[in-house]
């Protein structure tokens, strides 16, 4: 069964780092999307992105963060120079968006920023 | 501001009972309602529901949508240990973007 796969499992980085997370969405999937999920917390939502641009983003996804679809297969989570806070699972999700908009997530990054 | 209240925040069942879990929300616009099951990491996809009063159903997971009280409810019959985790309610409001409820964290107890 076709799933989203993240890379990696954890990362631990120091402040004022850049890190990037990696995803590989379902393959015929056409909408993708970033989620963090503080421990403790809800779910957030971070940033949609279809035909190659951002659809929409929140007010936490600031300059500090970028997405992009270098290939036909990874859709990429950049922040640029991490913070404390910035802390948490980052989850990646795909939706195939033509049948369904069902959203499948990955596993997750956990991203420790010390 | 739109937002997604589940409860009850936790519950301790034993095997065999059933549950029923609530997800009420406000948003300003609506395309569907969205189980998920949290147990270490990624939420796993339960349901989507975008009708009010047809009832999806899986195994002995069922979930149905009421569109004029603006609420969902997930029942799980005969529980199992295995079905221990948090489960999360989540609303597309029409863009894709979907907003979380906090969750319920279920217990199932031996």
């Known amino acids: 069964e076709p799933e989203v796969t993240q890379t990696p499992s954890h990362q631990v980085t120091q402040m004022g780092q850049e890190v990037i997370l990696r995803c590989v969405p379902i393959?015929?999937?056409?909408?993708f999307y970033w989620y963090r999920q503080i421990l403790g917390q809800k779910v957030e939502f971070l940033v949609s992105f279809y035909n190659n641009e951002i659809s929409e983003k929140s007010e936490i996804f600031d300059d500090q963060f970028s997405v992009e679809r270098p290939d036909g297969s990874n859709f990429t989570l950049k922040i640029r120079s991490t913070k404390l806070e910035d802390s948490a699972m980052y989850f990646c999700?795909?939706?195939?968006?033509?049948?369904?908009?069902?959203?499948?997530f990955g596993p997750g990054t956990r991203l420790t920023v010390t | 501001e739109d937002k997604v209240v589940q409860s009850p925040l936790s519950l301790v069942v034993h095997e065999g009972d059933t549950v029923t879990l609530n997800c009420s929300y406000e948003?300003?616009?609506?395309?569907?309602l969205l189980w998920y099951k949290q147990e270490k990491k990624a939420p796993t996809f339960l349901f989507m529901l975008?009708?009010?009063?047809i009832e999806k159903k899986s195994g002995r997971l069922s979930s149905i949508l009421d569109k004029k009280e603006l609420f969902s409810i997930l029942n799980i019959t005969a529980t199992q240990t295995g079905d221990s985790a948090v489960y999360l309610c989540?609303?597309?409001?029409?863009?894709?973007?979907?907003?979380f409820g906090q969750g319920t964290t279920l217990q199932v107890k031996p």
């Open positions: 975008t009708s009010s009063g």
């Open positions: 989540a609303v597309d409001g029409n863009t894709g973007k979907l907003i």
């Open positions: 999700a795909s939706s195939s968006g033509t049948y369904s908009y069902e959203q499948y």
């Open positions: 948003v300003t616009n609506f395309r569907s």
């Open positions: 393959s015929n999937h056409l909408y």
